[in-house]
C-alpha cells in the first residue's frame, strides 16, 4: 500500500522571476521589411489537445506536439499561431504539454511548454500566460523539464484554472515533480508537498534514451466548483496520476490534504476525468499504456461524487474477448450532460471507434458497426475535398477505409454552447462536425477537416527550381508535395513510392524538370520499394529507381547539373552514384558513410560532399571524390552550391558561414557571422550581378533570418522577434523568379514564406569578395621561388594519412607585381610516393617527377592572390624538398 501523505499545503520552491517576452528587437544589422505566410498544408501533425473555453463561445485553442499553440478564429474558420515568437534561444516552447483557458477573465490562457525531458535538451519547462487571448505572453520558467513531445502527451489537461478563484492554477509535472500550485495568475509557482503520488508509470524504465523512460507523473487536474463559492478557490479537486494501482486523488480542502478516490479502478491509467456537475458524475476513460501510440485494453468508469459508487460503463468492456483497445479521449455535451463520448485509444485497424452515450454511459452506439465482415456501416460521411491528401494516397482493401477517420485521437471536444459541433485530434490534423446530433436522429453527420491555419509539418528540404512549380517540400511524416500555388493546399503528397519522410531534394539546374528524392519508410511493409525516387516533370509524378543492398533510410542526393547522373548517400551506407535514373548504383569512392552531397549547378561532372569538417569534390560524375585541402571547416551543417556559377560553394554550420569560388579547394569564412544553420539562394536584386544569398544565422550576435544582395558582404535581418519559429532552418532556399522571396522549414511550423514589403532595392554590381582561405597548414610548409622573376611560389601543407596513404595540399601564390594567367608546380618525391587522384590541377608524373598545373578555374591569379590544388598518394608521408613553381 502507499502511504498516504497528510500535510499543510507548503512551498517547496517558489519562482520570482518572470520574464516579459515582448521587448523591443534588438537591431545588430540593417534590417529589411517582409511579411510572412504559411505555404499551405493544414495539419501535418499531431494535436494532443482541443481546449474550448466553457465561459466564452467560439474560444478556442488548440494545443500541439512540437508545433506551438493555435486560438480559433471563427469569422475565418481558421486558426491562428500563438507562439511564434519563440526563437532558437527557447525553441522548446514550441512543445506544448498543457493548455488552459481561464473561465471567469476569458482573455486570460496559460500554456505549460518544454519540448522533451531527456538529457540532451537544456531547456527546462516554463508556464506562459497571458491577459490577451495569447496575442502577446509573459514567462515564468520552471525548475524542471516538461515533455509536449514525449510519451503519455495526448492525456489531459495537466494545467488548470480553478473556476472560483481564477488566481488559482494547478499544473502536473511529469518524472517525480509531482503536482505545482499558483495562487498569483500563474506569476508564481509552489510545489503542493502534500500530493502523496507524483506517478511511477513508464512505458519502459529501463529505456537509455530517456524517451519511453519518460514517467508523465501528473496528468489531468478537474475542479468541482460545487464544492465552493464564486471568488474562494474550489474545495474539491479530482487528480489523475499516471500510475496503474492509484491512479486517482482527490482533495475537499482545497489542496491541503490528499488522498486515493476509494474504490477506485485499478490496472489502468485514466487519461481523461471530465466531471458533470448536473448530475454529478465524474468520468474516466482508462488505458493500459500512457499512448499516444499504442494501447491495447481498457475501460471507461462513472464515479457518483455523492454517494462513492464506481460503475464500470465500457463500451467494450477490457475483459471482453473482442477488447483490443483502451480508452482515451472522452467529451461531455455540456448543453444535454447526460450525453457523453468516448474514443478508442488506439485501434489502428481497422479505424479509431467513437462511442456516444445520451443516458450518461447505460447504454452506447458506435459510430460504425460491423455488418457482414468485411463490410461496415457508418454513422457519418467524410468530406476531405478542401485536403485531399488527408488519403495518404491509399487504396485499401475493406473492412479499411480512406481517409481513416482517425488515430492517436486523445482530444475529442464537443463544443460546450453548440451541440452540433465536435473537433477532435488526430496524428495529422484536426477533424470536426456541425451537425453531430443527426447521429441521434439516425441520421449520418459530415465530418471535414477543421485546420485550416494549423501548420505543423518538420520540414526537411526545400527546392524552388527556375521553372516548373515553385516550390517542392520534403516533410517529416508526410512526405513532401509540389506547390504550384503556395496558398492553396495540394491535391496529394508525394506517392509512387510513398515516403514517410523525405529526408532530401534536388533538381537538375540546366534541366530542372529532372527531380530525385530520397526518403525513409518501414522496409518490411514495402519490402520492394526503394528509398530513392525519380521525376521528369518537375515533381509532378514519380518513379522509383534500384538500390543497393542495406539501404534504410534516405539520406541525401544530388542532381547533376544536366540530369545526367546522380549520387545518393543513403544513411548508414556507402554512397552510390548512377548514371541515369538510379537502374544501377555503384560505389562512390573516397566520400565517407553519411556525408551530405550536393551537385555542382554548372558542371555535370562535379559533385560535393561535406563530412567531419572535410569538404570532398569528385570531377568525375561521383565515381571518386577527394577530400580538398580545406580545413577549418563545421563537423556538421549544411552547404549548397550557387546557381550559374562553377565552383561556387556556401557552407553553414558551428562557427558561422564559410565561402568558396574554387570549387572547395579554400574557403573563406565570414566576418561577423558566429554560428549558421543553413544557407541558400535566390533571385539576384535588381542590378546585382550576384544571386541573394539567405542564411539563418547569427550575425553580430542576434540569431535570425538574413539575406544579402551583395555576396555576403553585409547583410539584412528580414524576420523579427514577432516571427522565429523555433528551431527553424532545417531547410531554406529562395525564389530564383521572385527577388526577394524565400523559403523557410520549420520543425513544427509548416514551410514559411515571406516576401520583401520595403521600397524597391537598386544594388550597383560588385563583385563577390574570396578573401583568404581559412585553415592553417597541417605539416611543415616547403616553400621556394619559382624561377626567373620570382613571379610564384608554391607551399607544400601536409594532410590526413592512413596506412599506406596520405593526402596532402599546396599553395600557389602569385608573388609578382603583375598578374598570371596561368602556373605549373613541379617537384620530385623523396621515395615511391604516387599520385592517385589530385584537384585544382592536372598533373602527370614520371617516376618521382611530379608536374601539376592549372585547372581552368585558377590559373588566373592577381598580384598577391592564391588558389590551392590537392591530392591523394600513396607510399611514405615524407614530403618533397623542393617545390618549383613558373608562372605563365
Not at 50 to 67: C, H, K, Q, V
Not at 392 to 397: M, R
Not at 442 to 468: C, H, N, Q, W
Amino acid at each position: 500500500m502507499r502511504k498516504r501523505l497528510l500535510a499543510v499545503l507548503t512551498a517547496a520552491a517558489v519562482l520570482l522571476v518572470t520574464a516579459i517576452v515582448r521587448m523591443t528587437p534588438v537591431a545588430a544589422v540593417a534590417s529589411d521589411p517582409y511579411a510572412f505566410k504559411n505555404v499551405r498544408i493544414d495539419g501535418g501533425g499531431f494535436v494532443p489537445g482541443i481546449i474550448f473555453n466553457p465561459s466564452e463561445r467560439d474560444l478556442i485553442y488548440a494545443r500541439t506536439d512540437i508545433g506551438g499553440a493555435y486560438r480559433w478564429d471563427q469569422s475565418t474558420k481558421s486558426w491562428t499561431p500563438l507562439l511564434d515568437w519563440v526563437g532558437w534561444d527557447r525553441w522548446g516552447y514550441n512543445g506544448v504539454i498543457s493548455l488552459a483557458t481561464d473561465p471567469v477573465e476569458t482573455n486570460r490562457v496559460y500554456a505549460a511548454v518544454g519540448m522533451h525531458t531527456n538529457d540532451w535538451d537544456p531547456g527546462n519547462g516554463a508556464i506562459l500566460r497571458s491577459t490577451d487571448k495569447g496575442d502577446t505572453w509573459q514567462v515564468t520558467p520552471l525548475p524542471f523539464k516538461l515533455g509536449g513531445n514525449m510519451p503519455g502527451r495526448g492525456m489531459g489537461e495537466a494545467l488548470a484554472v480553478d473556476p472560483n478563484d481564477n488566481r488559482v492554477l494547478y499544473l502536473g509535472a511529469p518524472n517525480g515533480n509531482g503536482l505545482w500550485r499558483s495562487t498569483d495568475y500563474g506569476a508564481t509557482w509552489s510545489q503542493v508537498t502534500s500530493f502523496p503520488n507524483p506517478g511511477d508509470y513508464a512505458q519502459d524504465p529501463s529505456d537509455p534514451t530517456g524517451y519511453l523512460s519518460h514517467r508523465p507523473g501528473v496528468v489531468w487536474v478537474t475542479y468541482d466548483p460545487r464544492s465552493s463559492g464564486k471568488g474562494s478557490p474550489t474545495q474539491t479537486i479530482y487528480v489523475g496520476v499516471a500510475d496503474k494501482d492509484d491512479t486517482i486523488y482527490r482533495t475537499t480542502d482545497g489542496g491541503a490534504t490528499w488522498s486515493r478516490v476509494p474504490g477506485r479502478p485499478t490496472g489502468y491509467i485514466a487519461h481523461k476525468g471530465v466531471l458533470d456537475t448536473e448530475n454529478g458524475y465524474l468520468y474516466i476513460a482508462t488505458s493500459d499504456t500512457g499512448g499516444p501510440y499504442d494501447g491495447g485494453k481498457g475501460d471507461v468508469w462513472r464515479y457518483d461524487t455523492e454517494t462513492g459508487a464506481w460503475t464500470q460503463i465500457s463500451p467494450v468492456p477490457s475483459a471482453g474477448s473482442d477488447a483490443y483497445f483502451g480508452y482515451s479521449g472522452l467529451t461531455i455535451d455540456r448543453q444535454h450532460p447526460e450525453t457523453i463520448m468516448v474514443a478508442t485509444q488506439i485501434s489502428w485497424w481497422p479505424d479509431v471507434i467513437f462511442f456516444r452515450s445520451t443516458d450518461s454511459g447505460e447504454t452506447w452506439t458506435r459510430v460504425w458497426d460491423w455488418t457482414s465482415y468485411p463490410d461496415r456501416s457508418f454513422r457519418y460521411t467524410m468530406d476531405i475535398s478542401e485536403n485531399p491528401w488527408l488519403t495518404f494516397g491509399t487504396d485499401p482493401e475493406p473492412p479499411e477505409v480512406t481517409p481513416k477517420l482517425g488515430w492517436m485521437t486523445e482530444s475529442l471536444e464537443i463544443d460546450p454552447f453548440d451541440s452540433d459541433r465536435m473537433m477532435y485530434g488526430t496524428g495529422a490534423t484536426i477533424y470536426g462536425t456541425e451537425n453531430l446530433t443527426q447521429w441521434d436522429a439516425g441520421g449520418t453527420f459530415t465530418i471535414k477537416p477543421m485546420a485550416r491555419g494549423l501548420e505543423e509539418t518538420a520540414v526537411l528540404d526545400l527546392i524552388s527550381p527556375p521553372s516548373g512549380a515553385p516550390l517542392i517540400s520534403g516533410l517529416g511524416d508526410i512526405a513532401g508535395f509540389r506547390h504550384t500555388d503556395l496558398d492553396a493546399v495540394p491535391s496529394m503528397m508525394f506517392t509512387q513510392p510513398t515516403f514517410t519522410s523525405t529526408t532530401s531534394l534536388d533538381y537538375a539546374e540546366q534541366a530542372p524538370s529532372i527531380m530525385v528524392r530520397a526518403g525513409d519508410f518501414t522496409d518490411s511493409d514495402r519490402p520492394n520499394d526503394s528509398h530513392v525516387a525519380f521525376s521528369t516533370d518537375g515533381g509532378a509524378t514519380w518513379f522509383q529507381g534500384t538500390e543497393p543492398g542495406g539501404v534504410n533510410e534516405g539520406g541525401t542526393v544530388a542532381a547533376a547539373a544536366d540530369g545526367s547522373r546522380f549520387v545518393w548517400a543513403p544513411k548508414g551506407v556507402t554512397p552510390v552514384y548512377s548514371v541515369g535514373f538510379g537502374t544501377a548504383w555503384q560505389t562512390a569512392s573516397g566520400l565517407p558513410t553519411d556525408a551530405i552531397v550536393e551537385s555542382d549547378r554548372v558542371n555535370a561532372m562535379t559533385f560535393y560532399g561535406l563530412s567531419g569538417g572535410r569538404f570532398y569534390r569528385s570531377t568525375d560524375g561521383g565515381a571518386t571524390f577527394a577530400a580538398t585541402a580545406a580545413t577549418g571547416l563545421p563537423a556538421g551543417g549544411k552547404f549548397k552550391a550557387v546557381p550559374g556559377r562553377e565552383g561556387d560553394v556556401w557552407v553553414a554550420g558551428d562557427g558561422g558561414i564559410w565561402h568558396s569560388t574554387d570549387g572547395g579547394s579554400s574557403f573563406t569564412r565570414l566576418s561577423g557571422i558566429t554560428d549558421a544553420v543553413n544557407v541558400g539562394f535566390g533571385k539576384a536584386a535588381p542590378g546585382a550581378n550576384y544571386p541573394a544569398v539567405f542564411a539563418v544565422a547569427t550575425i553580430d550576435g542576434v540569431t535570425g533570418l538574413y539575406r544579402s544582395d551583395d555576396g555576403g558582404s553585409s547583410w539584412l535581418r528580414i524576420n523579427d522577434d514577432e516571427h522565429q519559429w523555433g528551431n527553424m532552418g532545417e531547410a531554406l532556399t529562395g525564389d530564383p523568379r521572385v527577388y526577394g522571396r524565400v523559403y523557410l522549414g520549420t520543425n513544427g511550423r509548416g514551410i514559411i514564406y515571406g516576401d520583401r514589403t520595403g521600397p524597391p532595392i537598386t544594388v550597383t554590381p560588385t563583385e563577390v569578395p574570396t578573401g583568404d582561405p581559412t585553415g592553417e597548414p597541417t605539416g611543415e610548409p616547403t616553400e621556394t621561388p619559382g624561377p626567373g622573376d620570382g613571379g610564384c611560389t608554391a607551399t607544400y601543407q601536409a594532410g590526413d594519412s592512413w596506412p599506406g596513404g596520405f593526402q596532402a595540399g599546396v599553395t600557389v601564390e602569385n608573388t609578382g607585381d603583375a598578374a598570371i594567367t596561368g602556373w605549373t608546380v613541379t617537384w620530385a618525391w623523396p621515395g615511391d610516393q604516387q599520385i592517385t587522384t589530385l584537384w585544382g590541377g592536372t598533373h602527370t608524373q614520371t617516376g618521382q617527377d611530379v608536374t601539376v598545373t592549372n585547372a581552368s578555374y585558377n590559373g588566373a591569379l592577381t598580384a598577391g592572390a592564391t588558389t590551392t590544388f590537392g591530392f591523394n598518394a600513396t607510399g611514405p608521408t615524407t614530403p618533397p624538398t623542393t617545390l618549383t613553381c613558373a608562372p605563365s
